[in-house]
């Protein structure tokens, strides 16, 4: 008894002590090293200072944002300075050579500015204050103990989340091995409704994963223009996936076809190029495939083409073509495969004399919509089958390139396949330019959905791998300012190419292609996930103002950075609501619970700043997979979406697509290879709610039978009125380990003709597909299945 009362009173007397704090504590910040420098800024306090205690537990409260990605951003011999009463600065060095310097501030050592970086010549040259701060490897600062109470409330508070946000559908059951089947009671009142956006569905492409070249763009010929280089991938040359059975492949650049196209490849009489295609060339027996080479051979020279299986055996009729101009031709053909093969290879034999040959590519006749230079049908028919309201493109990353010299150039994607300029992709790859404007612009009118066409803000990803780019030490650079007319016309040339009579410069060209009417364009992005710079904003405010003065009408979509908080969130906001931008692009990769505990994000959104689309997002767990857990958080988390469907006008999940073996991201929506789909349960979702859209949502009341706020958090309900055909449409969720009854308070469904869509399975199912039945709902009761999301279409009267 005696050793319980001692113990009592020991921790009395320790809480006591620390219940009356100093009225002020000594502050410093630092770094450990650890993790490869990536884990950044450390700060601790001390009472005497000697002693120091770290806050968090080593939490990071700055990292460095320069490298190529996360595995290069780090951080070395941070320095932290207290520059004013109210401002903080951590200077640090990026690279352990110590060439570049990095700097941030911050008020409250929370919220930090975005970061500058300068060479550290300069920075001796021209900031002899930042020098002489980097000097000191540890300075010390006396402050309140109310700020450092703060920073320990902000680091509890983040532990908290994560563990919050770290609880899985596994977990949870395991949490709760003795949960009941829950009740549900769901009022619906018809009478309180409000209009929302009826484009809150849509898709977005970036050519990642092999989406376009292999993948989306029908072309079967891999490297059809031997233009592949060290560029795109440091093994890759001109000849690659080429082979020459007679030996080394030749290739020229003296008289090529284009100067955008450089190089060709030179066959001796008798030589035999064989390409396999991507992965081999799937072809299907009695289908009908276009041939199209440009040629030319000063002494009158002959080609063979034909469809070989592996093994060389002929699997089509053979082309001959007379390749006897002595400047380029193209010619063109038709195989017909005579067995359906999964590997198959094209052959390319020079019969008589020297030729040149180019641009050799072969589609399949039945593209989408049947069109030349068109896309795989299967895979843009499962696009087409979400029904988009719009499709963002070509990036993503992709659109704001690796340095410079790789921000995607929208003009080098049109006109004829030949004058296109390719160029490397940022994940590693080529791209032919052959999917390119006109081609995205043509599938969004096919597929009923809005073009959005992203362009670079003037700068390039902040994650590039080229760094110190037009004296800007920091991958981020930016186009010279002496040369941002230029680039910004290129984007005016767009809208007036897009949108402007047939008459004009840029519409000449759109209907030379094949489109005279305009494509009618409304919207425009104009960055991507960028670091608020002020390199950044500068050059937005230029792009902004531009197509504002020209285009009035034109809704610009400007970029908050690629999380939900943090520095670029929090001052890309204050940018874009300063600016007037009309919409602000969000992106979030988050834990499926992050979902399911923030299903009020939008509810607290100021009405009168700028509309919101949310470009990219998805629910990531252990393994990056799609599968029930992932795809009924993102069903969930949508339905509170669509309750602020005012707020938020777009939505867009991300990654789109990814070809098997080709995979640089997951999760993504659709999983292919060269002769199936494999459609995922996120896809399902998407579809679900694209199908089943509405322009007005009905507010309605939910109340569950279970005081746990985590069992009442996993039930979600969505009640929308789809305008035109008159249909009340009824989202449900439950993502509980136990089924719920929902109990109809108003709404009489027995009297009406009812369309049921569930798309159920267990949490980890990657294959559960919806099943669709029409029913009567019995007693004005409906059964949800655990984990499911259940759609009603309620034909009203």
Not at 621 to 635: D, I, S, Y
Not at 662 to 667: F, G, K, R, Y
């Amino acid at each position: 008894m005696k050793k319980v009362l001692l113990f009592l009173f020991f921790i009395m007397s320790f809480v006591s002590a620390f219940a009356h704090h100093p009225d002020s504590v000594f502050v410093k910040g630092y770094t450990t090293g650890k993790n490869d420098n990536k884990n950044g800024l450390h700060i601790a306090y001390s009472f005497d200072g000697k002693n120091w205690i770290s806050i968090g537990n080593e939490f990071s409260f700055l990292r460095s944002d320069y490298g190529r990605w996360g595995s290069s951003k780090k951080m070395y011999d941070p320095v932290l300075v207290k520059n004013s009463s109210t401002e903080w600065a951590c200077y640090f060095f990026t690279e352990a050579e110590h060439k570049v310097v990095g700097v941030a501030t911050t008020s409250d050592l929370v919220l930090w500015k975005p970061q500058d970086y300068f060479l550290y010549e300069e920075v001796k040259k021209k900031f002899p204050a930042i020098n002489k701060a980097l000097s000191n490897a540890t300075v010390v600062y006396k402050q309140p103990w109310s700020f450092v109470q703060a920073l320990i409330n902000h680091t509890d508070l983040e532990a908290y989340r994560n563990m919050q946000y770290s609880v899985t559908a596994q977990s949870f059951a395991e949490k709760n091995p003795s949960l009941k089947p829950v009740n549900v009671s769901l009022n619906v009142h018809m009478d309180r409704k409000k209009t929302i956006s009826d484009k809150l569905v849509g898709v977005f492409f970036e050519d990642l994963n092999y989406a376009a070249d292999g993948g989306l763009y029908a072309e079967l010929i891999q490297n059809r223009d031997f233009e592949y280089s060290s560029k795109d991938r440091r093994e890759w040359n001109s000849t690659t996936n080429w082979i020459n059975k007679n030996g080394k492949l030749i290739i020229e650049t003296a008289q090529p076809v284009s100067k955008n196209n450089p190089h060709y490849a030179v066959l001796q009489s008798g030589d035999e190029i064989v390409n396999n295609g991507f992965d081999g060339i799937a072809v299907t027996a009695g289908e009908k495939y276009d041939l199209s080479l440009f040629a030319r051979s000063v002494n009158k020279g002959s080609l063979s083409v034909v469809l070989t299986d592996s093994n060389g055996n002929k699997i089509s009729n053979e082309i001959t073509i007379a390749a006897n101009a002595a400047n380029w031709k193209q010619y063109k053909a038709v195989l017909i495969a005579n067995t359906s093969f999964k590997h198959a290879r094209l052959s390319v034999t020079a019969k008589k004399n020297e030729t040149a040959v180019d641009l050799i590519s072969l589609f399949p006749q039945k593209t989408f919509k049947n069109r030349k230079n068109g896309l795989r049908a299967d895979l843009a028919q499962a696009i087409a089958d979400i029904k988009p309201r719009f499709m963002r493109f070509p990036g993503g990353c992709l659109a704001h390139g690796n340095g410079l010299d790789n921000i995607y150039q929208w003009k080098n994607s049109i006109g004829k396949l030949e004058e296109r300029k390719p160029d490397f992709n940022l994940w590693g790859y080529h791209q032919t330019m052959g999917l390119g404007y006109y081609e995205y612009f043509q599938f969004c009118e096919d597929i009923g959905a809005e073009p959005l066409p992203v362009l670079a803000a003037g700068v390039p990803c902040q994650n590039s791998s080229h760094h110190h780019q037009t004296g800007i030490a920091g991958q981020q650079g930016g186009i010279p300012l002496n040369e941002m007319d230029a680039y910004i016309q290129d984007i005016l040339d767009l809208i007036e190419w897009a949108n402007a009579d047939k008459s004009t410069t840029w519409g000449k060209l759109r209907a030379a292609a094949g489109h005279p009417a305009p494509f009618n364009l409304k919207y425009i992005g104009i960055g991507n996930e960028d670091l608020i710079s002020e390199v950044f904003k500068e050059r937005f405010a230029m792009i902004y103002k531009a197509i504002k003065a020209k285009y009035p009408d034109m809704i610009v979509i400007g970029t908050v950075g690629p999380f939900y908080e943090g520095s670029d969130y929090s001052f890309g906001w204050d940018f874009a609501s300063a600016m007037g931008v009309p919409m602000v692009d969000e992106h979030y990769y988050v834990p499926p619970a992050w979902l399911i505990n923030n299903q009020d994000y939008y509810d607290k959104y100021d009405r009168t700043k700028p509309k919101v689309y949310l470009g990219e997002y998805a629910a990531h767990v252990r393994g990056r997979p799609n599968n029930m857990e992932t795809a009924l958080a993102e069903a969930l988390y949508l339905c509170s979406v669509e309750r602020n469907g005012d707020v938020v006008e777009m939505t867009s999940y991300a990654p789109l697509l990814a070809k098997e073996g080709h995979t640089q991201w997951n999760p993504d929506m659709i999983y292919f290879n060269n002769s199936e789909l494999k459609p995922t349960p996120g896809y399902e979702v998407q579809k679900m709610f694209g199908n089943n859209a509405g322009e007005e949502y009905i507010e309605s009341s939910v109340t569950v039978d279970h005081g746990n706020a985590d069992v009442q958090k996993r039930i979600a309900t969505s009640i929308v009125k789809d305008v035109k055909t008159g249909d009340l449409i009824i989202k449900l969720v439950n993502l509980l380990p136990v089924e719920a009854t929902v109990d109809f308070k108003d709404l009489q469904l027995g009297n009406y003709q009812i369309e049921k869509t569930v798309l159920q399975g267990n949490p980890d199912d990657k294959n559960s597909k919806p099943v669709v039945t029409k029913e009567a709902v019995q007693n004005n009761k409906l059964l949800l299945p655990k984990y499911s999301f259940t759609v009603l279409r309620i034909k009203m009267k």
